[in-house]
């Protein structure tokens, strides 16, 4: 068996080969023949298992010589650039090249890297050309990634790799060789000699949102219960210890003579801190997560404390441990099959199931009889709008809205917190023009609409996220019929939600034309949604601005028009003269500021607590199983 890492004392070598992995079993055997096969032979090895539960480890062992080999096992997951670090200790040679556990090289790999230094006394890191995937080779960066591990053989120097602990990202040049940069130069073989092998779980796959990645799937995937610092190459800082460092250090409340043990089953979406309302009140929280989930979508383990996780693999022993009072399924068509597991497997603790996502992704997901028998079979149901209850009764006959367990409630919508009581100074009051703001994504607002509201002087301002081909095109374009009046920001986190939107003077929802008629047999997801950008809204008192459905049933306008928040838009000219209506946007300002209350999900914690113990209540009188529905046909 190879030495371990901390006590061997290897021959000089010319060339430190460090390996990272993590649960790499699949795929470390064929690196390491790859090293193994190298035409020059003057290297020393070692291996990072990363806290892998697989069979990484032996894997490598079995296949090392242990006279210039060693596998060095962290006790947990530390991450890419702890692991690296913890490689280059473990070895001394002068020269220093990656070969993750997932990747591989050609025979000529290291012998090319290794000449093209020898010929560049002043170069510090030498690189490979690389194999992408099947379809592409490029003799230099890859393009959009810059270079990988696999590529790089570099002079050995004081510089570290930068750990999860400083921050989390897919961008190397942050990581490391920006650093190696500053020393000297780099000098490229030509040659590509190299593979960077292309699947799911690749690092910055887990990382860019593009990808279905981002801060919470890289969590899940290293089951990581601490706040990080984390930014992708498509996005910006997302500092976890700043933003949810309030939470943290405050001390739970003492638990209410009532309390509730409340288990989180599923996901959190958007806004995950707004849970801790419930351990304000005195309950008690729980997570236990599903393992699947997007990358905006909140999975835990929870960063801002106060949440007791579950391990998924043992939950059932768990429950009988924490003897549960219910069980709060949530929230989006990610979390159905994990949600629909406990539900089936649940040992006769109250289940209330909450979906707000649509029902459409979950029919063309294959996922519509494990949605269908969530709502039928739990012990009470929470829609998100009143027309996302209407369209179920239509679709579910067996749900009863009078039974006193299915009530309206919209999912994710902000914690009071940050909800602070002091707007900025508006844009409008300053140049005399009108100012208008999209957070997040522009769904339907297209550049030829912002050049029609350009000429009336009316500006539109979007504030993150700004990753991908299209949003370059999209950019260029309204930059273009829209000179001037089309404005590009970072993304405006929690803390900063009033100062900063509170200087525009109206704020866009999703921009579509709804198609149903009046009928709900015809709504799109569109129809039935409210967005969760409404929160953000609603904290800077922002009138809602989104296209006149006429008689159609759209929550969105519903909602709107119930409060007197609503600017809708019809022709162009009709809704510049109402943006550009000073006194019509002060009283629908002030109309929205009065009702953002209503939009803090601190505001319906008693009603939902009150639908938990009806639950919990309803299961106690009953036998002791489900609620006796049947399904329908269509969810058999």
Known sequence: MPRSAASRAFPAARVAVVVPAYEAAPFIGRALRSLIDQSFRDWELVVVDDGSTDETASIAAAMLDPDRSSVLRLGTNRGLGAALNAG????????????????????????????????????????AGVAHHVQSRSTGPVEGYGLQLVQVMHRRTPDRWLERDELVTDDLDAMLWGA???????????????????????????????????????????????????????????????????????????????????????????????????????????????????????????????????????????????????????????AIPFAHHVLTRNPGIPFVWHFKESPFAAIERGLWPM??????????????SEEMLEWYETALPGIDRDDGLTIVQNGDLPKAEWFTPDPGERLSDVDGDVHTVC??????????????????????????????????????????????????????????????FSRYDAAWLHVFRSENEGDLRRARWDDLNLPARLGT????????????????????????????????????????????????????????????????????????????????????????????????????
């Open 439 to 500: 957070a997040g994504r522009p769904f339907g607002i297209y550049p030829d609409l912002l050049a029609k509201l350009a000429a009336h002087g009316i500006h539109t301002h979007f504030h993150g996220p700004t990753w991908g081909d299209w949003w370059r095109d999209w950019i260029a374009e309204a930059d273009r019929v829209a000179p001037g009046h089309v404005h590009i920001h970072p993304t405006v986190l929690q803390p900063d939600w009033v100062p900063v």
């Open 180 to 334: 190696l940069s500053d020393r000297g130069g780099s000098v490229a073989t030509g040659q590509v000699t190299c593979a960077w092998v292309d699947h799911p779980r690749q690092r910055h796959k887990l990382i860019r949102e593009s990808f279905g990645g981002g801060i919470n799937v890289y969590r899940r995937h290293f089951a990581i219960d601490r706040p990080l610092r984390f930014r992708s190459t498509e996005g910006e800082l997302l500092d976890e210890e700043v933003l949810y460092g309030r939470f943290r250090d405050r001390p739970s409340p003492a638990p209410a003579d009532d309390a509730l043990k409340i288990v989180l089953v599923g996901e959190l979406a958007y806004n995950p801190e707004r849970v801790l309302s419930f351990v304000e009140g005195g309950h008690r929280l729980y997570g236990l997560w599903t393992p699947d989930g997007a990358g905006f979508n909140f999975v835990g383990p929870a960063p801002f404390g106060h949440v007791e996780e579950i391990p998924r693999e043992h939950w059932e022993e768990s429950f009988r441990r924490i003897r549960p009072d219910v069980v709060y399924g949530l929230l989006n068509w990610h």
């Open 537 to 636: 809204y609603a904290a800077a008192g922002l009138p809602l601005l989104q296209p006149d459905h006429g008689d159609a049933v759209v929550a969105t306008q519903t909602l709107a028009r119930s409060l007197g928040v609503g600017i809708f838009l019809d022709d162009v000219e009709s809704f510049a003269a109402r943006l550009t209506d000073r006194e019509e946007l002060r009283r629908r300002r002030d109309a929205m500021w009065a009702a953002r209350e209503d939009f803090t999900f601190d505001a319906h914690v008693d009603r939902l607590v009150a639908l938990f113990r009806r639950a919990i209540a309803a299961r106690t009188s009953s036998d002791g199983g489900p609620r006796s529905v049947r399904p329908t046909a269509s969810v058999r």
């Open 88 to 127: 280059i200790e473990a070895t001394t040679a002068g020269l220093v090249a990656y070969l993750p556990a997932d990747d591989i090289w050609y025979p000529s790999h290291l012998e090319s890297l290794l000449a093209a230094l020898e010929q560049s006394p002043d170069a510090v890191l030498a690189y």
């Open 371 to 384: 949605l269908a028998e969530l709502d039928l079979r739990a012990d009470a149901r929470i829609y998100s």
